[in-house]
């Protein structure tokens, strides 16, 4: 039986896993990126030989629609774009592009040619304003006007727009997603590397909590979700952990009482940033009724996990 093709857009940290995940699910990858020469995440992971890699510009709609009618796919993962909402301040434009103007050459190529390939974006709860800390699908938008933030929903919105044009489309949205091959700068892999290496840190509000999840399971999620019809759905571990309790269990890892090793500067503090961002618990109970999935990997679990890899 022929193998079937899935095709994932962008090679960092979520396409390197998804990768994996889909390889272990019998799927022929092919991964697209602007440089293909750079694939750290991959060699981390075994997968270089395991995949085949293609040269993409998301901006070039006519080389979009040759790789799409090239390989057939029966998913699209559109993994790329610019990831840091502080860094979108200063990367307007490719923040912009890269989110909304990749995706939207995507959806007109899959329109054009009245294809039923699912294809799945991957979004930020940000978009949204919780409810006493709590996200769901009917929360309302965050009105921050972060150019990430901003741009994320306005890709939101156009994928409920082009589904209406009878295509497959999923808006995913996620947390917090972590994984060893995060950047050093990404906060619990930070907590953990200055633990391990018993020195001091400096931290934002110790007080904000968050929804944390591990990048494998859910890439699990994500493949369980593909197996559903096209919807908007929001996974999440819906557990809570505080800034102070990463600095606290990380700490303790090292023998040492987080008090005496950390500060808090104003500069890691973000305008208008909520306290409390957490994803409701049901948000995904599609996914437990039908398939029994549960995340085993939730709040302190999370950070003693980094904390062994890194």
């Known amino acids: 039986m022929n193998k079937k093709n899935s095709l994932i857009i962008g090679s960092g940290v979520l396409g390197a896993y ?9 799927y022929n990858v092919i991964v697209t990126s602007r440089n293909i020469k750079k694939l750290k995440n991959y060699d981390y992971l075994n997968l270089r030989k395991k995949i085949k890699f293609e040269n993409l510009n998301i901006l070039d709609k006519l080389k979009i629609e040759k790789i799409i009618l090239k390989y057939n ?22 923040t912009f592009n890269s989110h909304y103007i990749g995706t939207k050459n995507f959806l007109d190529v899959l329109n054009k040619r009245s294809l039923k390939t699912k294809f799945f974006k991957a ?4 978009i949204f304003k919780s409810k006493n800390g709590i996200i769901s699908l009917k929360c309302k938008f965050s009105e921050n006007n972060n150019p990430y933030i901003k741009t994320q929903q306005k890709v939101f919105k156009l994928i409920k727009k082009y589904r209406n044009k ?10 917090q997603i972590e994984s060893p091959l995060r950047d050093k700068d990404f906060l619990i892999k930070k ?11 400096e931290v934002g509000n110790i007080k904000n909590i968050r929804d944390y999840s591990w990048i494998e399971e859910i890439c699990k999620a994500i493949f369980l979700t593909s197996k559903l019809s096209a919807r908007d759905i929001i996974i999440s571990t819906g557990a809570k952990l505080s800034v102070k309790k990463a600095l606290q269990t990380s700490y303790k890892k090292s023998g040492l009482n987080y008090i005496n090793f950390f500060s808090q500067n104003k500069k890691f503090f973000r305008k208008n940033e909520e306290k409390i961002l957490i994803g409701k618990k049901s948000n995904h109970k599609i ?4 398939f029994k999935f549960k995340f085993k990997f939730t709040g302190e679990k999370i950070v003693k996990k980094m904390y062994k890899l890194i």
Do not use: D, W
């Not at 990768?19 to 699910?25: Q, T």
């Open 123 to 126: 979004n930020s709860g940000y």
């Open 166 to 175: 009878n295509l497959n489309l999923f808006n995913l949205i996620f947390l």
């Open 18 to 26: 998804m990768s994996k995940e889909l390889v272990k699910r019998n």
């Open 73 to 94: 796919p029966e998913k699209i993962f559109y993994f790329a774009g610019q990831s840091s909402i502080t860094k979108s301040l200063k990367l307007k434009k490719e």
């Open 287 to 290: 996914l437990t009724t039908k």
């Open 191 to 201: 907590i953990c590397i200055h633990a391990k290496n018993k020195k001091k840190i």
